[in-house]
């Protein structure tokens, strides 16, 4: 616990960070209904919760909770029933330490931006969980694609923040943030572009859902899945599109940063959240699933490169700026 803190400022901070957990990615949902329909020449929800279908993904976290919880005969059933609860987890360990501003975060502990990454790397355990505990050949590969894909991506990801924690000379997500200028815009751009393409690839998402392919693999890893445990998964991927999508408006985009950033730096950080995770929706509509080695040529042929480069380019400038 940090010194200063009372029971209750820690009991206090910890429902904040839970509402935000479970509030944020319905909104993202609901925003991925609304602009998918959209960008498809549909309307989407319109009818629960009476406006435009707000309510639509509650109605269907209510449909989830009514099903029935069934678990393979052949299935591990410990680590089967296990898996959900270990791949949604580690994305709210990591939103705790994620700043709105200097003031609201959960816990701003020392290098908070490598806590995020070992963090959100965890969550592969529960995708590998899931796969071999279902006793589901489609299951199975599933998870053997997430597990390269995941390992692939992890390394640009991990290379593209440690540029601009070299840059800011601090691995705290409130000291880069501080640190930044807009002359990061231009400067860490293509690790900016690494970030936010391994992200993609780590949720999963469309154009790299080789994972949960549908025309190959039924739905991957969790073809056995139903009911609530489903709806855990499916809560983990939109968490993990806030998250990321948070981090990116911290390290690249300054975070709090903008007009009477005293009193609306909160806002600041979660409307250029949201741009980032409206980016991440357009992807899936706009761009067709690649093939598993088009996937891994992107990412050591192309990615790695790049922010290896960015890498070295930054500590070229520190260097000079010294």
């Known amino acids: 616990m940090t010194a200063g803190w009372t029971v209750l400022e820690v009991v206090l901070r910890a429902v904040a960070v839970l509402a935000a957990f479970l509030v944020l990615p319905l909104l993202v949902g609901q925003t991925e209904h609304k602009v998918m329909a959209h960008m498809q020449g549909r309307l989407g929800p319109m009818y629960a919760g009476g406006y435009h279908g707000w309510a639509q993904l509650v109605a269907d976290a209510v449909k989830f909770i009514q099903k029935e919880d069934i678990t393979p005969a052949r299935a591990d059933r410990g680590v089967f029933r296990l898996a959900p609860f270990v791949a949604l987890i580690p994305y709210l360990v990591a939103m705790a330490v994620?700043?709105?501003?200097?003031?609201?975060?959960?816990?701003?502990?020392?290098?908070?931006?490598?806590?995020?990454?070992?963090?959100?790397?965890?969550?592969?355990?529960?995708?590998?969980?899931?796969?071999?505990?279902?006793?589901?050949?489609?299951?199975?590969?599933?998870?053997?694609?997430?597990?390269?894909?995941?390992?692939?991506?992890?390394?640009?990801?991990?290379?593209a923040v440690a540029s601009v924690a070299l840059a800011a000379g601090t691995l705290s997500l409130v000291g880069i943030a501080e640190a930044w200028t807009p002359w990061w815009l231009l400067w860490q751009a293509p690790g900016a572009f690494v970030f936010l393409v391994a992200a993609i690839a780590e949720l999963q998402r469309p154009p790299f859902d080789m994972p949960i392919a549908d025309s190959e693999l039924v739905f991957g890893i969790f073809t056995e899945y139903t009911g609530l445990r489903f709806a855990f998964f499916l809560l983990a991927e939109y968490a993990g599109i806030v998250l990321f999508s948070l981090m990116f408006a911290v390290l690249w985009l300054g975070g709090w940063a903008g007009p009477f950033e005293g009193a609306l730096g909160w806002l600041w950080t979660v409307l250029k959240a949201?741009?980032?995770?409206?980016?991440?929706i357009w992807l899936r509509v706009s761009w067709p699933r690649l093939r598993e080695d088009q996937l891994q040529r992107l990412a050591w042929v192309w990615l790695v490169p790049i922010a290896l480069l960015q890498l070295a380019i930054t500590a070229v400038g520190v260097v000079m700026m010294q």
Request: hydrophobic content about 60%; cysteine-free.
């Open 274 to 280: 949201y741009a980032i995770a409206v980016i991440v």
């Open 98 to 159: 994620i700043p709105l501003t200097p003031t609201i975060v959960g816990a701003d502990v020392p290098g908070s931006a490598l806590l995020v990454l070992a963090a959100t790397g965890v969550g592969i355990i529960g995708t590998l969980m899931g796969g071999w505990a279902s006793a589901s050949k489609y299951s199975m590969l599933g998870a053997m694609r997430a597990a390269a894909q995941l390992v692939s991506y992890e390394l640009p990801m991990v290379l």
